[in-house]
């Protein structure tokens, strides 16, 4: 019985002396997570085949020129870059050239060929690459003004057999540039940026199409290799004799849009 | 680190507080006028543990991301029965970001695309609006960034104390003020001064590195 007691009276006291400590606290754990999706928009407003007909010799002399025919909105997570790559089936092979899907005539004159380069369309672009500190090429951008007197290559379209590979710094960019350090940042043309939103953004470019067949139709506006640089395609360099084929081409621009 | 305590009646709670770099931790008074068994007093929440932010589209990171009423809490708080004196509560929030080498940014779990655009996001871009029927938390119904310093062990957020009440017993009658941080329960009467509802919402914009990235938050009801 003695036992017992002592016992007893041991339990007690621990339960009193920790009553006594005892201190108030008890947590709730919550985890949040955010998963930051990078999403790059392009849209591209306007009619998705831009036709040029000659059936005049005006227009063989003077060209077209086809205002306004692509307006080009980005909106983007991520810092990006937006380039023109001119493409074609041909170029798929390797040969920088538009596709020939009907000539018309007799097509027998040796001199009519059908190897016209994609150089020859020229593009313009209604603001300037504002992010070109790393380029390397004469020209940095299509913002060059369409004139008679503009200098070859200014214009001419990139033209490319791996439009999905990022242009060198030699080449055209619309906004930014191949340098990592040449960037357009995130945002939107939907948004308030720099004083500007809407098509007066670094985040919206109305694009223009040229084409000079000249007369003979031997594209004095075509250079050689992918478009910046001032040396003539071959069509008209090497002999005056050759001219274009009469005929339907048809060759592509893709718009591509990538993160820095 | 673990702490034990030890309730009245004899049941052992056992809490771990983390308190390596990138944590913060609970802060434990040295009071004990409040009753620390679990039956008695507690911070209960059966609201899911896990808020997922998923932003897939233009318009998300423009306009962010809102989950209202995600997190709810509920407190009961006695008195320490071999105690004379008065028993003061206070509710904080703490944040962790786990392995995360700087104590400024959110946990990266992995990234996405090149990772050259941008930075890690910030904590301070989660943003938190914390009420109940009495509208006691401290900045409360607002939506604030609380945690807008660099984490180091007790960097807490207060959303109940003493030296911050607001008592409001004009806002009905599950509001009688002066239980704002004394004895109660959320099954009582005053039951509006001891339930807190938390919202959250993050709005990234467009200067963070895209990836998934994790932080953890923690409420602790601790003796003021």
Redesign the interface.
Same mark, same amino acid.
């Given at each position: 019985m003695k036992k017992f007691i002592l016992s007893a009276s041991v339990v007690a006291a621990m339960l009193a002396g920790t009553n006594a400590k005892a201190q108030l606290l008890d947590e709730q754990n919550v985890t949040v997570t955010m998963d930051l999706q990078p999403i790059l928009q392009l849209n591209m407003n306007g009619s998705q085949n831009v036709d040029f007909v000659f059936d005049q010799i005006s227009e063989y002399v003077g060209g077209i020129t086809q205002y306004g025919a692509t307006n080009l909105q980005v909106s983007s997570t991520v810092s990006w870059d937006l380039y023109a790559a001119g493409f074609s089936s041909n170029a798929s092979g390797g040969s920088l050239l538009w596709d020939n899907q009907v000539e018309y005539g007799a097509s027998a004159d040796p001199n009519a060929v059908t190897t016209l380069p994609l150089t020859l369309l020229e593009l313009h672009q209604d603001k300037i690459n504002s992010s070109v500190a790393g380029a390397t090429g004469t020209y940095a951008d299509y913002f060059q003004a369409f004139n008679s007197t503009a200098p070859l290559g200014s214009n001419a379209v990139y033209a490319t057999s791996a439009p999905y590979t990022k242009p060198a710094a030699t080449e055209k960019f619309i906004a930014g540039h191949n340098a990592t350090s040449d960037f357009i940042a995130g945002g939107s043309y939907l948004i308030l940026g720099g004083g500007f939103v809407g098509n007066g953004s670094n985040y919206s470019y109305t694009m223009d199409y040229r084409i000079i067949p000249g007369l003979p139709a031997v594209f004095p506006r075509a250079t050689s290799g992918s478009g910046n640089n001032t040396t003539s395609a071959a069509l008209n360099a090497t002999t005056t004799t050759l001219y274009a084929q009469p005929g339907v081409y048809t060759m592509n621009v893709k718009y591509v849009l990538v993160e820095n | 680190m673990k702490?034990g &305590?030890?309730?009245?009646e %004899?049941q052992p709670?056992s @809490?771990g507080v983390n308190a390596v770099t990138g944590s913060a931790a609970?802060v434990? $008074? &040295? $009071?004990?006028e409040?009753? &620390? !068994?679990?039956a008695n007093? &507690?911070?209960?929440?059966n609201t899911t543990? !896990?808020?997922?932010? @998923?932003?897939?589209?233009?318009s998300k990171? !423009?306009g962010g991301l809102t989950i209202n009423g995600s997190?709810i809490?509920k407190v009961k708080?006695a008195d !320490?029965?071999?105690?004379g004196g008065v028993?003061k509560?206070k509710l904080q929030m703490a944040v962790s970001n786990g392995t995360s080498p700087d104590d400024t940014e959110?946990e990266t779990?992995f990234s996405?695309? $090149?990772g050259? $655009? %941008?930075s890690k996001?910030t904590l301070d871009i989660?943003q938190a609006r914390i009420d109940n029927g009495c509208h006691t938390p401290q900045n409360a119904g607002v939506y604030i960034s609380p945690f807008t310093t660099s984490l180091s062990p007790g960097n807490t957020v207060d959303i109940i104390n003493t030296a911050f009440l607001t008592i409001n017993p004009g806002a009905g009658a599950a509001c009688s003020g002066g239980e704002t941080n004394g004895v109660g329960t959320y099954l009582g009467l005053d039951y509006s001064e001891y339930s807190f509802v938390i919202d959250?919402r993050?709005v990234?914009g467009?200067?963070?590195?895209?990836?998934?990235?994790?932080?953890?938050?923690?409420?602790?009801?601790?003796?003021d």
């Open positions: - | 702490i &305590a030890v309730g009245a %004899g709670v @809490i609970c434990i $008074s &040295a $009071s004990t409040c009753d &620390a !068994n679990p007093s &507690a911070l209960v929440m543990t !896990n808020k997922e932010f @998923i932003f897939d589209s233009f990171y !423009n997190t809490l708080v !320490n029965p071999l105690s028993c509560w959110w779990l996405y695309g $090149s050259s $655009s %941008g996001p989660l959250y993050i990234p467009f200067d963070y590195l895209p990836g998934r990235y994790e932080i953890s938050i923690k409420f602790c009801l601790t003796e």
